[in-house]
């Protein structure tokens, strides 16, 4: 029980957990479980619901920055200035005055973001019940359920602007955090390294000094890959009407 309030600076070699192991798969079915219940039994409270996870969101990174502060271990880089950070904005945004091109950037680029950080955490070093590696996986299943129960309310995304306006989210977010990267020496979108055991890494190993370039291709396809079933339902229907 001691371990769930230290740190990853304060825990001894080896405390941490294995991507996809026994505890990490147990992490994904739990919050798995958890955005399936919203979904189901949420529906009839929607604005409600939606409300009270969008606000849930900045309580638990108060929360873990509190901590880290009476800790003396908050620093720039514990800012909420990531993909999921700002993801946190979007939702709070969404959840009171819902704008199209929020839930566009949300679904295409937030939410595979959030599943990555998920799936290849950069908490590992951590114990995967101690304070810090539960509130990274109650915050980021928190903003996957969010998106995810904006889709089955049956808000969609636009086919078509949609995309447009992850790339436009993109050109104004990323500079930023290259920006602040270079002069708190942070690695905000990991714009500077690639977290381990990510498919990131397999970007730096393929295009060694060009990874930004690999990686800014990488996230358009993801964007693509995000928005195509979406173009390619919008294309039949424009056929059937034509024919």
């Known amino acids: 029980m001691g371990a769930f309030w230290l740190t990853a600076s304060e825990l001894p070699a080896g405390s941490g957990f294995a991507l996809f192991g026994p505890a990490h798969w147990a992490w994904l079915l739990a919050l798995l479980a958890g955005t399936v219940l919203v979904c189901r039994f949420g529906r009839g409270h929607g604005r ?10 900045p309580a638990t990174e108060l929360a873990k920055d509190i901590f880290l502060w ?24 969404d959840a009171f005055w819902p704008y199209p091109f929020l839930l566009d950037v949300l679904y295409g680029l937030c939410l595979p973001g959030t599943i990555g950080a998920l799936l290849f955490p950069d908490w590992t070093p951590q114990p995967p019940f101690n304070l810090l590696s539960t509130q990274s ?13 904006q889709l089955a309310r049956g808000r969609r995304p636009h086919p078509v602007r949609g995309a447009g306006s992850c790339v436009l989210f993109l050109l104004g977010f990323a500079p930023l955090t290259k920006l602040l990267d270079h002069f708190w020496g942070t690695n905000f979108l990991f714009l500077e390294a690639p977290p381990a055991g990510s498919p990131l890494e397999w970007l730096q190993m393929t295009f060694g000094g060009g990874y930004l370039f690999g990686y800014a291709l990488f996230a358009l396809l993801l964007i693509e890959i995000m928005y195509f079933p979406l173009q390619l339902a919008l294309w039949k229907a424009r056929r059937g009407k034509a024919e």
């Open 48 to 57: 409600l619901l939606a409300r009270l996870l969008a606000c849930a969101l």
């Open 137 to 149: 996986f109650v915050f980021h299943g928190l903003l996957a359920a969010y998106i995810v129960f």
């Open 70 to 93: 009476q800790k003396g271990q908050f620093w720039a880089g514990s800012l909420p200035f990531y993909l999921c950070g700002f993801a946190m904005f979007l939702i709070l945004l």
